[in-house]
């Protein structure tokens, strides 16, 4: 059973441009929340996700970000135009249910905005 | 804003147990405590959870205080590979029902030889 799956692991923008993120996640899960780590700093809710629907978007910033997770295939977090402050990592989490349960998390993807 | 407060950070010596202290005075009734670590640049690694008992399980044991306003993470014999930062966290449930995982610093602990 493969874990949550992220790619790409490091990718390399430059200002303006558009990044997309991928997470697939733990065979099972329809739960899927993505989080941003800025150095030396702990991670920062941004989304939830299940299945076709997002609950929560409260940690994403209003422009420029988005998140997705569709019927079919993985989880998609798209920031457009990007600028030198996106640079970061991050991660996604997928967990069976919402309640009382871990989540497991992917190996991150690391942006650098140049 | 986290739910937790942690020591920056923390020593041990391999071989002996690392006992990393959480406060959370402000938990709720029906608010669990979680705990994972991140070791350098890779994705967090659940550890343990819990309620109100005390949790053991193959990596840690769980000690989680009468009042529940503070718990311990217990690593009963650390090694090297244990270096890593502990983050301590509550789960956070808002008016939707939904829960998410609201982190702090969390502890920087150093494992020496």
């Known amino acids: 059973n493969a874990g949550v799956m992220q790619n790409p692991r490091h990718l390399v923008r430059r200002r303006g441009q558009e990044a997309r993120l991928r997470c697939s996640p733990m065979?099972?899960?329809?739960?899927v929340y993505w989080y941003r780590q800025l150095p030396e700093e702990g991670l920062k809710f941004m989304v939830y996700?299940?299945?076709?629907?997002?609950?929560?978007e409260s940690g994403m910033p209003k422009e420029r970000f988005s998140a997705e997770f569709p019927k079919e295939g993985p989880s998609i977090l798209r920031i457009q135009q990007v600028v030198r402050g996106d640079s970061a990592a991050y991660f996604c989490?997928?967990?069976?249910?919402?309640?009382?349960?871990?989540?497991?998390f992917g190996q991150g993807t690391r942006l650098t905005v140049v | 804003d986290a739910k937790t407060t942690q020591p920056p950070s923390m020593d041990c010596a391999e071989g002996r147990a690392a006992n990393l202290p959480c406060n959370h005075s402000t938990i709720s009734g029906n608010e669990y405590v979680y705990w994972y670590r991140q070791i350098h640049s890779q994705g967090p690694q659940y550890i343990i959870h819990g309620l109100k008992n005390n949790e053991t399980n193959e990596m840690a044991s769980l000690i989680i205080t009468e009042d529940r306003k503070s718990s311990t993470l217990i690593l009963p014999h650390a090694t090297l590979r244990d270096t890593a930062v502990y983050y301590c966290i509550v789960s956070y449930e808002n008016a939707g029902n939904n829960r998410k995982l609201i982190w702090g610093l969390g502890t920087s602990l150093a494992v020496n030889p």
């Open positions: 989490a997928s967990s069976p249910t919402i309640m009382n349960t871990e989540a497991f």
């Open positions: 996700l299940q299945k076709e629907n997002i609950i929560d």
């Open positions: 065979k099972g899960h329809s739960h």
